[in-house]
T-cell receptor
Framework: AQTVTQSQPEMSVQEAETVTLSCTYD???????LFWYKQPPSRQMILVIR??????QNATENRFSVNFQKAAKSFSLKISDSQLGDTAMYFCAFLGGKLTFGKGITLSVRP | DGGITQSPKYLFRKEGQNVTLSCEQN?????MYWYRQDPGQGLRLIYYSQIVNDFQKGDIAEGYSVSREKKESFPLTVTSAQKNPTAFYLC????????????FGPGTRLTVT
């Protein structure tokens, strides 16, 4: 069974600065997908970024980028130029048949 | 606009009553899912369906039931057998099951007293 670990329960960052959210996972599969989802106070889950395990290039989406280290089974999310609207819970998720979520991290962006 | 709708946003029930949560999508997705979210935890899979008239149990299916009579609809019934039904319930859909990202509805907060 796959497991996803987000060891930091909370983080805080100053507006306009950069923050990195960490995520590790455990699997014996070779082909899979990884995602970061954002859940703002409205509780709507929003897909932030997607990474295919067979791609070596790290995914980027505007201010969001990932550092995917397949051998280390690590998948961190970097948010550049943090904005107040980035305040939310962020979930790392692994897809290898079914979608498995980490417990999430609460990110607060300070003005 | 394409998307997933869940209604109602807040639902209150007395203990011992069954309650059905609605989920509708107009994205033409084949696969649909139900998740439960509790404070301090990630999402846990209740049931999923890859095609019409077919569905499978997820990790925490006990006390829940589903149907998939139409491609667009995947209602979840929380039965009186569910011991701790108070939670936030999220419905999701994807093009197919296993290789595609899932898109989520706005969720339903169920409170049972």
């Amino acid at each position: 069974a796959q497991t996803v670990t987000q060891s930091q329960p909370e983080m805080s960052v100053q507006e306009a600065e950069t923050v990195t959210l960490s995520c590790t996972y455990d699997t014996s599969e070779n082909n899979y997908y990884l995602f970061w989802y954002k859940q703002p106070p409205s509780r709507q889950m929003i897909l932030v970024i997607r990474q295919e395990a067979y791609k070596q290039q790290n995914a980027t989406e505007n201010r969001f980028s990932v550092n995917f280290q397949k051998a280390a089974k690590s998948f961190s999310l970097k948010i550049s130029d943090s904005q107040l609207g980035d305040t939310a819970m962020y979930f790392c998720a692994f897809l290898g048949g079914k979608l498995t979520f980490g417990k999430g991290i609460t990110l607060s962006v300070r003005p | 606009d394409g998307g997933i709708t869940q209604s109602p946003k807040y639902l209150f029930r007395k203990e011992g009553q069954n309650v059905t949560l609605s989920c509708e999508q107009n994205l033409n997705h084949d696969a649909m899912y139900w998740y439960r979210q509790d404070p301090g935890q990630g999402l846990r899979l209740i049931y999923y369906s890859q095609i019409v008239n077919d569905f499978q149990k997820g990790d925490i299916a006990e006390g829940y039931s589903v149907s998939r009579e139409k491609k667009e609809s995947f209602p979840l019934t929380v039965t009186s057998a569910q011991k701790n039904p108070t939670a936030f319930y999220l419905c999701a859909s994807s093009i197919g099951q296993g290789t595609h990202e899932q898109y989520f509805g706005p969720g339903t907060r169920l409170t049972v007293t």
